[in-house]
């Protein structure tokens, strides 16, 4: 029996949120007095794999086909149901993302296994199985019980600080008999924006609304966001008025976020927004109007002119990271 | 082609959220319910584009849910749509509601089932792709823009950090985003023509849900936020490293 954890990768590199995965996945397992077996697929290099030993992984079910290294969401679902079968796994573990979200899913059908989805917390087995996750666009937490026997968790990125320890992992490698139909989805071509974070798993979001008056002043937000090593985001009608690209635009219609610091420049608090970034960690909102709704959900506030404000902070984190080397 | 469009209702983002019976229920005196933003801006609308351009000849619209659904529903089919049905139960567990669809879906030979990338309520995002698992057919979650040509459908999709660009063949279930389309408001005819659409009801053999809410519980009270003069960004800065620990 083990806890089993798909891992993800970007050309061999095993992404951070998938050690957390990993860990979690760990912490399960413990609870449940077994071990945990991350699973890997596509090109990945043995020390990648054997890194997972110190996120808690006691094996790594290695599956060497190229074709995995892109998204074959049905390839992916056979091969978490044939390692949860071959493995006796009462938890799967994956990670609510795009990837996770398109895999996960499936896997709970065919395991007919409950699901929960953005867990935010470790379960809770004293009476049951009970994740904890956002719900209403983040103006409640929901308490899921999942009653099933196996039961499928996907893991919300960005919920638990990494913590790297020592530990080995046997990799083994694991046989699946795919179908041709697991792999009829066919990726024509990739537009990957390259040199950015990408903002579903950014820790640190620096972000514009209207106030910046302009997509010619943006300057300002990317130059906060490169020296904190953030991403960028912003409200609808900048992205509306195409001032940004869309796939920046957070709120009730477009991304969420769940950052550790989202810093809000020249953005009111709609509501509609606050329903997107209302996850993160610490907010920081500069506006020059006090009366700006979003002051009452920021953690730190200023009242003053973006213009002025975010070259001033920009200066003062420079200057913070010089110190801190 | 043959469409059908998954649509839930779910509570406005505006409206607050009340609990009771000890945090175990919400209270829904008071709620505001709506279509969710994703099922009828995007997914409805995309279905209703592929109609008015000849390439769907049938839009079927479908919701599971009680009776109270039903005002949803029918301002779903004002927008378009020939019929709904609604499958008369509760469902707050995807497998249940995808179990739903997947028994009214499998004998109409949909040639594309479109719903949205999420509910904004729990988020789940998971009725479609268990959806396509119980037909045994493809997904394609996260979608920016979907095209069909014959059989074959042209799908834009969010990935990690960009976008890429996937074909596969009908039948498929797609789940829609932002770019898929622009959102509609009805017109003074949709409405009128709402009114006498069918809307077929259907009380299925009860599935047995695999997760519960055991309970919920509202976000602590913000403690009150702390103002930095704007000229004092050190400040700032140190409060981010030394008391947050953000940065
Ligand atoms: C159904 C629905 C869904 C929606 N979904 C979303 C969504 O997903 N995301 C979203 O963001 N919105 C969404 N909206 C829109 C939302 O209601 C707001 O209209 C929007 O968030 C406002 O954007 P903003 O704060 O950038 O602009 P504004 O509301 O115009 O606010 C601009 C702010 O900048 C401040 N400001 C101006 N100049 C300066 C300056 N020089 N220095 C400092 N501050 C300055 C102003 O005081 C003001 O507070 C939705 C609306 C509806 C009805
Ligand atoms: N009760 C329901 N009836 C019909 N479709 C639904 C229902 N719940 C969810 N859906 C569809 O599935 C999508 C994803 O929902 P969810 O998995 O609940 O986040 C929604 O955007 C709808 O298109």
Not at chain 1, 177 to 202: M, R
Not at chain 2, 100 to 127: H, M, R, S
Not at chain 2, 229 to 244: F, G, I, K, R
Request: glycine share 8%; proline share 5%.
């Amino acid at each position: 029996m083990s806890v089993i954890v798909l891992v993800e990768h970007t050309e061999g590199t095993i992404k951070k949120k998938s050690l957390e995965a990993v860990q979690y996945a760990a912490d399960i397992a413990k609870k449940l007095g077994t071990t945990a077996t991350a699973i890997v697929a596509g090109n990945v290099a043995e020390s990648e794999m054997q890194n997972l030993g110190n996120y808690g992984a006691a094996k790594v079910l290695y599956i060497g086909d190229n074709r995995l290294n892109q998204l074959h969401a049905r390839a992916f679902t056979r091969i978490l149901v044939t390692a949860a079968r071959q493995e006796g796994s009462p938890v799967i573990v994956a990670l609510h993302d795009v990837n996770g979200r398109a895999i996960a899913p499936r896997v709970a059908v065919q395991l007919k296994a409950g699901l929960v989805s953005g867990a935010l917390s470790s379960p809770d087995m004293s009476d049951g199985f009970v994740v904890k996750k956002s719900a209403f666009s983040g103006k409640a937490f929901a308490f899921v019980n999942v009653t099933s026997q196996v039961k499928v968790v996907m893991l919300a990125p960005n919920s638990f600080p990494l913590v790297k320890g020592e530990g080995s992992a046997v990799i083994e490698n694991l046989t699946v008999a795919f179908d041709e139909k697991d792999f009829g989805v066919t990726v024509q071509s990739v537009d990957q924006i390259t040199g950015e974070i990408p903002l579903s798993d950014a820790e640190l979001v620096v972000s514009g609304g209207r106030g910046m008056k302009g997509p010619e002043n943006w300057g300002l937000i990317e130059g906060l966001a490169k020296e904190l090593g953030a991403a960028t985001a912003c409200s609808r009608p900048v992205a509306d008025a195409h001032w940004r690209p869309h796939h920046e635009h957070v709120g009730q219609t477009g991304g969420t976020v769940r950052p550790n610091l989202y810093i809000a420049a020249g953005i009111s608090g709609a509501i509609q927004h606050l329903a997107g970034v209302s996850g993160s960690k610490t907010i920081v909102v500069i506006n020059k109007d006090p009366e700006a709704p979003f002051f009452k959900a920021a953690n730190y506030g200023v009242v003053g002119d973006v213009m002025e404000v975010l070259p001033r902070l920009t200066e003062a984190v420079k200057k913070f990271k010089a110190q801190q080397h | 082609m043959k469409v059908l469009v998954c649509i839930s209702q779910v509570p406005d983002t505006v409206t607050k959220i009340v609990l009771k019976d000890n945090n175990k229920t919400v209270e829904e005196n008071g709620i505001t319910f709506i279509i969710n933003p994703y099922d009828e801006w995007y997914a409805l609308v995309r279905a209703l584009e592929f109609k008015e351009a000849g390439i769907a000849d049938a839009v079927h619209l479908i919701t599971v849910g009680r009776a109270n659904t039903e005002p949803v529903i029918r301002k779903a089919l004002a927008l378009g749509g020939d019929e709904a049905i609604r499958i008369d139960a509760d469902s707050n567990d995807p497998y249940v509601t995808a179990g739903y669809i997947a028994e009214y879906a499998k004998n109409e030979a949909y040639d594309l089932v479109l719903c949205g990338k999420e509910t904004i309520d729990y988020a789940n995002g998971a009725v479609g792709p268990m959806l396509a698992e119980l037909l045994d057919i493809d997904f394609i979650g996260f979608a920016t823009a979907v095209n069909i040509a014959g059989t074959i459908a042209t799908v834009k999709r969010e990935i990690d950090g960009g976008e890429e660009t996937d074909t596969a063949s009908l039948p498929l279930v797609i789940s829609c985003q932002k770019g898929v389309a622009e959102a509609r408001i009805p017109n003074m005819r949709g409405i009128m023509a709402a009114r006498t659409k069918p809307l077929k009801t259907i009380s299925p053999t009860a599935i047995e849900p695999l997760t519960t809410v055991a309970h919920y519980e509202l976000p602590p009270a913000k403690a009150g936020v702390k103002l930095i003069a704007p000229d004092q960004m050190d400040e700032l800065v140190n409060l981010l490293h030394a008391e947050a620990k953000v940065i």
